[in-house]
């Protein structure tokens, strides 16, 4: 029993610090998308989004270890994830047409705390186990997942689309209930201090 509870902290803790470093990894190092999104109609950037005054109800569920977190969209806001969409223009109101012409959109949600959180593409899993390369890769194959990068003996990047498929990815993966965890990648608000 205190063996589980230890290798649970230990999953929740490698969670966080997986999080903290792909989402630094994520602004240098893109992960692949499946495919772009069509154009859309011209619209202006915003540069910083207005808080919503009232929360909604959750509507989707992600995985964050073994607790489900609810988050709910924001129909005001979308995330651009196109090549050259500096942090500055990620965020801008929904629909408005980016500077390029290959986007890649991802609708933005909200938290339970009211963070902005946006899905620029891939999965972060953390394995139940440490396993070597190949018994790693196998693992996530047989699961349906795309293997990008590893990042440690547990710790990997999987290949998602841009937008709420990585969301369903994450969600799936977890579900089969072979991993610690599985997570979007998430692009997160920053918040000055």
Known sequence: MAAERLARRA???????AVLSVTALAVALPIPA????????ARETVSKPVRAKTKAAPTLVWHDGAGKRGLSIDPTLEADFSPGAGDDRVLRRAGATPKSSATLVSPVLRDEAGRLRALPGGVIVVLAAPADEAAGRELLLRSGATPVRRLSDTLWIVEGPVGLGSLDLANRLQATGRFASAQPNWWVERTLK
């Open 11 to 17: 999953a929740r803790h490698a969670v966080a610090v």
């Open 34 to 41: 499946r495919a772009a999104a069509p154009e859309q109609p």
